[in-house]
């Protein structure tokens, strides 16, 4: 870990296969955006040798685009993979968006990796975002280590930086949270401010100089050592308390010198078991340089401390008819079991899978089954195939290399899966299994859109269809209410990326109209219509008249059709015809074009003729009462009313309560939990949380969430309604 004997490995480069699951490391960068992971992710790639300098590939000796500015903009609002090698080590890197509209990356991120680097910037606070990923990773117990980048900055402070992620995750034991490094600073400038130049081993109390450009080792001087005791004491303690060793704290407070290589196996061990969080630092190289500042550390840290793919537990399988099915941990001969945590697609190759192989070993050109289960609310079928897959490789940039096989803990892209999508399972064709899907944030900002040509029109549905396939956070609706094609997103970026990807790659062009929500219609008092449908033109004619009377319902009761005609006024075989017609109007609405809900309707008197009268005079008739009697009432429109339940920090909850009254939100009640956080439930009506997703997020400083579930329509008050209504009038 940067204070071993060895610093430099032997082994560095591009990865390429792995051939057994101990050699593999799988780490997800996480942190908020503009904190520097994709910096650094390139940083450790140079590092490695993976490049030869930053932003290039060396591949077979030449070199070929890797940082251009249209795949860096693509890397920064999605998941990407980056293998290297460093000491015989197969890791890789995964980068994940600090965008918390790509929380859906991030959750892929978290699911494929053993492990997550937390990268914070100096000259910035700890969100409140990248605390909520940290308690997830805590919830399921993965190993966490800290990088704290921009140490160029001006504004940069390690110490302090240091002490708040402390506050940040250490929870109740900040001990747990402690630098194994501090920075070493070369001369101040006319500026005041010193750069960082190196780091200063606690552990092994030695000098590591970047400022040449390459990684120098040397003994600090007399004057140095005390300045590095007291942080290295606390370190010290740090790591025996959590010492699976429990004579090791004893010995030690009894004077004892502890041997550096029992201390360093003791971190090692209580890093990969989640209970100590290193604090590292890093800077990317200077222009010509090999290495940057502290990546050699870190990746002797995620090499030596993080756990190897055989100590995760992997996630619950069963057959696909639900029987569980009990699993070897990470077994490469086992039955094959892998998982796409990411899905593109390629203009050139087509589908291209990102899966992590959980069991067994995949290998290019055989027939896999692929099951994919659970997101038919989101516009995903369920399905059950079998597809041959075609090459696999590793990716790196914008290029692949073809890989022999994937065994179980590795990483690999898979072509030519045509049915599998992100979160699906892939088994033997003889051994179908299907794996426990991750959680998915649900999608709560709507974006209805409609073609804008008729050309785009043909092209919509599949476009539309492959964007979902490829992003499970995203849900697809086909409105039957409003008739509306709405996409429902986690934010503007995500939207805003979902309408360039239908551009750019389905090439589809598409126009984003209002979203409206599913309004209703019913009568507020009794009320009686009479309909009169009766023509003669020569021939045949028509004639039908029939009397109604209509009376409110409780709220959900639908339409109640009731039949009180004495006498034979409507012949029999014609009453269905007049229900039919009631029905047919009220589904299209009587005064603002909603649907009519949660009446009685009562057939009390009617003539026919003998002739004339039939079943579509009597539908015609059974329509126009309706109308005549709603034109004489008073009519309420309903409006949807949604639960809304904010998980929120103690210090909005005041701003949050207020907002939802704003929004004429009731509050039914809250909820203290013992994290610092409140859940406040409410009932909003839905056409004021359209852009909630995105107006919670600014309230909160990205600190809240939010669900929202349909509880019932009621009606509208009057001046908002009238305001409804001439809307509807101006849209028409």
């Known amino acids: 870990m940067g204070d071993k004997a060895n610093a430099h490995p032997g082994a560095a480069g591009r990865a390429t296969a792995a051939d057994h699951p101990a050699s593999i490391r799988n780490v997800v960068l996480v942190g908020h955006s503009g904190s520097g992971k994709t910096t650094l992710v390139e940083a450790l790639a140079l590092t490695a040798g993976a490049v030869n300098r930053a932003g290039r590939v060396e591949d077979g000796g030449t070199v070929s685009d890797y940082d251009d500015i249209e795949h860096r903009q693509q890397r920064s609002v999605q998941l990407s993979l980056v293998p290297v090698e460093w000491d015989g080590i197969k890791v890789n890197l995964i980068d994940t968006p600090g965008y918390a509209d790509f929380v859906g990356e991030l959750r892929a991120g978290l699911r494929a990796a053993d492990a997550a680097l937390f990268v914070v910037s100096a000259s910035d606070e700890v969100d409140g975002s990248t605390r909520m990923v940290w308690e997830e990773c805590a919830a399921v117990g993965m190993p966490r280590a800290i990088v704290v980048t921009h140490l160029e900055s001006a504004r940069a402070d390690f110490e302090e930086m240091t002490r708040s992620c402390a506050l940040a995750f250490g929870g109740d034991d900040p001990d747990a949270v402690l630098p194994l490094y501090l920075p070493l600073h070369g001369p101040q400038g006319p500026d005041g401010h010193a750069p960082v130049t190196g ?73 990969a078991r989640g209970a100590f969080f290193p604090v590292l630092a890093a800077a990317p190289a200077a222009e010509g340089a090999r290495q940057g500042i502290g990546t050699v550390e870190l990746l002797e840290l995620i090499t030596g401390g993080f756990p190897t793919p055989l100590e995760r537990e992997a996630p619950a399988v069963t057959t696909v008819d639900g029987r569980a099915r009990e699993l070897k941990p990470c077994d490469p001969g086992g039955p094959l079991v892998a998982e796409v945590v990411k899905t593109t697609s390629d203009p050139y190759v087509g589908r291209v899978s990102l899966v992590r192989v959980f069991s067994g070993t995949l290998r290019p050109d055989e027939t896999v089954h692929v099951s994919g289960h659970g997101l038919a609310d989101r516009g995903h079928e369920d399905h059950d195939v079998d597809e041959r897959i075609g090459a696999l490789s590793a990716p790196f940039g914008k290029q692949q290399r073809l890989l022999t096989q994937a065994i179980a803990g590795d990483l690999a892209c898979v072509a030519k899966l045509s049915r599998a999508e992100t979160g699906d399972t892939l088994s033997a064709k003889d051994d179908p299994l299907l794996m426990e899907p991750w959680q998915m944030p649900d999608p709560l900002l709507p974006l209805a859109i409609q073609a804008h040509s008729k050309a785009d029109e043909d092209k919509l549905s599949q476009g539309l269809g492959r964007l979902v396939a490829e992003d499970p956070t995203m849900r697809l609706e086909q409105n039957q209410d409003t008739h509306q094609v709405v996409l429902w997103c986690l934010g503007e970026a995500h939207a805003d990326v979902a309408l360039e990807r239908l551009r750019s790659r389905y090439g589809v062009q598409v126009d984003v109209v209002p979203y409206r929500v599913s309004l209703r219609e019913t009568f507020a008092d009794r009320a009686a219509g009479r309909g009169r449908h009766v023509k003669q033109s020569g021939g045949h004619g028509q004639f039908a008249i029939c009397e109604i009377e209509i009376e409110p319902l409780p709220g959900g009761s639908g339409i109640e059709f009731v039949d009180k005609v004495v006498g034979g006024a409507v012949p029999r075989q014609f009453i269905p015809s007049v229900e039919k017609g009631i029905r047919a109007q009220a589904a299209r609405g009587i005064a603002a074009g909603h649907p009519l809900v949660d009446i009685r309707v009562t057939l009390l008197d009617g003539k026919a003729h003998s002739v004339d009268s ?83 997020r600014s309230l909160s400083h990205g600190t809240a969430r939010f669900d929202r579930a349909y509880v019932r329509h009621e009606p509208m008050p009057q001046q908002v309604a009238d305001r409804v209504r001439e809307q509807t009038v101006d849209v028409a």
């Open 199 to 271: 780091l200063t081993g606690l552990l092994s109390q030695k000098l590591f100089d970047y400022a040449s450009g390459e990684r120098k080792e040397s003994e600090p001087g007399s004057e140095e050592l005390p300045g590095i005791e007291e942080a290295r004491n606390r370190l010290i303690e740090g790591i025996i308390a959590e010492s699976e060793d429990e004579t090791l704290m004893d010995r030690y407070l009894g004077g004892e010198k502890i041997d550096i290589k029992t201390l360093v196996q003791d971190l090692e061990r209580a890093v």
């Open 614 to 696: 039939s079943d579509a005079a009597f539908q015609t008739a059974g329509a126009l009462a309706l109308r005549e009697a709603a034109a004489g009432a008073r009519i309420h429109l309903l409006e949807p009313v949604a639960e809304v339940t904010v998980l929120v920090g103690d210090d909005y909850v005041g701003t949050v309560m207020s907002d939802l009254s704003a929004r004429r939100g009731r509050v039914v009640g809250t909820e203290q939990l013992s994290t610092g956080r409140t859940l406040v439930r409410a009932e909003v009506p839905e056409i004021e949380i359209g852009r909630y997703a995105v107006d919670l």
